[in-house]
């Protein structure tokens, strides 16, 4: 488990130990690195029944500066539960 707080460089550790540059990845590299990321790695004091730790996402064509913009977003999202211990 993962303290929260530390997510950021959790997770560039994470990539690391699986061989990737971080800084370096594609897109398709960059969603299978945070998707594994999330289903391996859980957050402490986070409760996954009420949705305490969750990886959202969006996607979509954006009208910036009169161009059409293809984006992605994702995020983890933690909402920590001080009741429960630490593990």
């Avoid at 690391?16 to 990845?25: C, D, E, P, V």
């Avoid at 959202?56 to 913009?69: F, I, K, M, S």
Wanted: glycine residues 4%; hydrophobic residues 35%.
């Amino acid at each position: 488990m993962i303290n929260p707080n530390k997510s950021k460089e959790e997770l560039l550790n994470f990539a690391k130990s699986n061989g990737n540059n971080f800084n370096a990845l594609d897109t398709r590299q960059f969603l299978d690195i945070m998707i594994s990321f999330y289903l391996t790695v859980r957050a402490s004091k986070c409760d996954l029944k009420d949705d305490g730790d969750m990886l959202l996402y969006q996607w979509g064509v954006y009208d910036y500066a009169e161009e059409h913009t293809f984006s992605v977003d994702i995020t983890r999202q933690f909402i920590p539960n001080p009741s429960l211990p630490i593990n």
